[in-house]
């Protein structure tokens, strides 16, 4: 072990894929995401005519078959095969070569809020029609929401630390967060981190339907995720992943790698308030920013873009509002703030990790996406949210913000290098 | 040996393991030739019973190592 390298504290994503509502892998997504197209059309992975909202932003270019064998691609669930297919456009993205001593060093860190409810659905029903002789013996291993890590690891023979996050709707954030420490502590020198997600299923859409969290503007579509519009009335369920290949800098660096970003600072707190409500005082939310900020040793004004959490809903939105006003205090007028589930819906698990590579990708571009359908200004949210249309702005450290029932709240600070 | 017992066997083997047709012959082991593993091997079983509506027991799954021997069990199960 002695010849293991002196960790250098520093944490570079080096590698990104991603499957999303606006199309699989960067290329495709981040041109339409720029334009401020949406996603959200009626729901086609299955009849949702008896459910309150029949919307979502399903991913419509997927083929499992193109990421997996076919034996796997039939039957696997949907979660698992986004992240094997974010996983791999983010090894190859990152040019790196695995050989057997940097195989132990690699670890996988792919969380998912709910994971394989989809599977889970289908064989509860065979069991309720058939007996227990019907359930299959892939019901545990396709619905345990570790199994993203654990198959992704199998696929691409990394055997360093294998573990997921579960913290619903910051999980993406969580984990690119809890992998920066891995590797910034010297736990591994490489990690493949984000989320993934995908529940639009009947169980899936009926439990958040009943939750009363989306929207039911059923018969616009793409002007239902109205993130803080006054006439937001909800969420709407998206689907899809992010991975990325962290690595510690002097490991990339010698290597030549490309280099997208720095994790330069992760803070998360909890509400201890509700389980599905927020704080309506924010207080956890702004303790996030604010500890994000220390980890970063960043003041307010070193944040030139935020991609909020934002997810359209009444409280939510507001929330995050104050909370950003709070911690930045008169630079949260100066900060452009956009939230991208207006484009692409909330894919909950996903989102963190997602909106993160949006983070580096807008840094990279001097691009900051749009909140689309921004319409009617709220009183309550009066930040510059880049209304509607793009921006051309150089930004240097970007911040992401991500908040889960549960009372989870996020903040993760990346850096250009 | 009924030829259309072989023809089911042979769809829903290479369905459910993702194989190709001509690779699914009677002699071949589902777990040495057709790349099966024991949990591949227990949702093959099950899709033979729902294709047949059959039940096959976990003590007699033992029976059934090759396409031939799937085809042979199904068809004194079916005539039983």
């Known amino acids: 072990m002695s010849d293991r390298p002196v960790p250098s504290g520093r944490v570079v994503i080096t590698g990104v894929g991603a499957v999303t ?12 995401l720029l334009a401020g197209e949406s996603a959200v059309e009626r729901i086609t992975l299955l009849d949702p005519s008896e459910y309150t909202t029949q919307i979502a932003a399903e991913v419509k270019d997927f083929v499992a078959e193109d990421w997996l064998d076919k034996k796997e691609a039939r039957r696997i669930d949907r979660f698992i095969a986004f992240a094997v297919a974010a996983a791999a456009m983010a090894m190859q993205d990152s040019e790196i070569k695995v050989d057997d001593d940097l195989r132990n060093e690699f670890g996988v860190m792919i969380g998912s809020g709910i994971g394989g409810l989809t599977y889970l659905g289908e064989q509860h029903r065979r069991q309720i029609e058939g007996g227990p002789s019907k359930v299959s013996p892939f019901l545990v291993p396709y619905m345990i929401p570790d199994m993203a890590s654990g198959y992704v690891s199998i696929l691409n023979g990394l055997k360093g630390p294998n573990t997921c996050v579960v913290t619903a709707c910051s999980t993406g954030a969580n984990a690119i967060g809890d992998a920066y420490h891995i590797i910034k502590r010297g736990d591994a020198i490489c990690m493949l981190a984000g989320g993934t997600e995908a529940p639009i299923n009947e169980l899936g859409l009926g439990g958040f339907c009943a939750a009363r969290a989306m929207t039911t503007r059923n018969d616009d579509p793409a002007h239902a995720s109205r993130p803080f519009d006054k006439d937001r009335d909800g969420f709407v369920i998206g689907e899809g992943s992010a991975v990325f290949v962290l690595e510690d800098y002097d490991h990339a660096i010698a290597r030549g790698a490309k280099i997208y970003g720095e994790v330069i600072g992760y803070g998360m707190t909890g509400d201890a308030y509700h389980i599905t409500q927020p704080d309506p005082n924010a207080d956890g939310a702004y303790r996030a920013v604010k500890m994000a900020l220390r980890t970063a040793g960043k003041s307010p004004e070193d944040i030139g873009y935020v991609n909020a959490h934002g997810t359209s809903t009444y409280y939510n939105d507001k929330g995050e509002t104050m909370a950003i006003k709070r911690a930045f205090g008169d630079h949260a007028y100066n900060v452009p703030v956009s939230s991208t589930k207006s484009m692409i819906g909330h894919t909950l698990g ?9 983070c580096l990708l807008a840094m990279r571009d001097s691009k900051l996406p749009p909140t689309i359908n921004y319409e009617t200004p709220d009183p309550e949210c009066d930040l510059d949210y880049i209304p509607n249309v793009a921006r051309d702005k150089e930004v240097n450290i970007s911040m992401s913000n991500s908040y889960g ?5 996020v903040s993760l600070i990346l850096k250009k290098v | 040996m009924s030829a259309d017992t072989l023809e089911k066997v042979r769809k829903v083997t290479v369905e459910e393991l993702g194989v190709k047709e001509e690779e699914v012959v009677e002699s071949a082991s589902f777990t040495e030739d057709l790349g099966a593993d024991s949990l591949d091997v227990v949702e093959l079983v099950m899709a033979f019973e729902d294709e047949f509506g059959i039940d096959i027991p976990d003590d007699e799954v033992g029976e059934i190592k090759t396409v031939g021997d799937a085809v042979t069990y199904i068809d004194k199960k079916k005539s039983a």
């Open chain 1, 21 to 32: 509502p606006l199309g699989t892998g960067v290329a495709k997504f981040w041109p339409r």
């Open chain 1, 405 to 409: 029932f549960g009372g989870h709240n």
């Open chain 1, 350 to 358: 996903a989102a963190g990790a997602i909106e993160a590579l949006i």
